[in-house]
């Protein structure tokens, strides 16, 4: 199966309804993505395909051919953070930071499709992204800064 993650291209012998979560992290390596509730409901798992947040646990990979993947790990361009990671590393939003990955990737699919996001639009287009620690109001203010960047 020919998979494009993070602007690379792989091949993996893996069946397609195997969990794009399963096949990121265990034959690729990219770990960024975590295994959260398993149902799609809490966003640890969260990647992009073709710029939409998708939830990988959920996501057969057989479905991903010829769609462009984005992992938090693909973020990060010649040695510089995403703008979204770096207000978030400078607000510094996060207790365990389980559902970071989820978290940034959700945002940057936000600002992609609309850069200047109110409040409420923000809090809308987070649905579904799940923080264990309960840091909403640090995570909406992190994202209010991505807004600004």
């Keep these: 199966m020919q998979l494009r993650v993070n602007?690379?291209?792989y091949e993996i012998d893996v069946n397609g309804n195997t969990p794009l979560l399963n096949t990121l992290r265990e034959h690729l390596k990219l770990?960024?993505?975590?295994?959260g509730c398993g149902e799609g409901v809490c966003g640890a798992c969260t990647?992009?395909?073709?710029?939409?947040?998708?939830?990988?646990?959920i996501t057969p990979?057989?479905?991903?051919?010829?769609?462009?993947?984005?992992?938090?790990?693909?973020l990060e361009q010649e040695g510089k953070l995403h703008s979204v990671q770096a207000a978030f590393l400078e607000t510094d939003p996060f207790q365990c930071a389980y559902c970071a990955s989820g978290m940034i990737l959700s945002t940057v699919a936000l600002l992609k499709r609309?850069?200047?996001?109110?409040?409420?639009?923000i809090v809308e287009a987070m649905q579904?992204?799940?923080c264990r620690c309960g840091t909403y109001p640090a995570l909406l203010e992190a994202?209010?800064?991505a807004v600004k960047k």
Excluded: A, F
Aim: charge should be neutral; proline fraction near 6%.
């Design 47 to 57: 990647v992009l395909i073709n710029g939409v947040p998708v939830r990988s646990c």
């Design 61 to 74: 990979v057989g479905s991903t051919q010829n769609k462009e993947i984005t992992t938090i790990e693909g």
């Design 143 to 145: 994202i209010q800064v």
């Design 114 to 121: 609309n850069p200047t996001p109110s409040r409420q639009e």
């Design 7 to 9: 602007n690379q291209d």
């Design 128 to 130: 579904g992204n799940i």
């Design 31 to 35: 770990t960024g993505s975590k295994y």
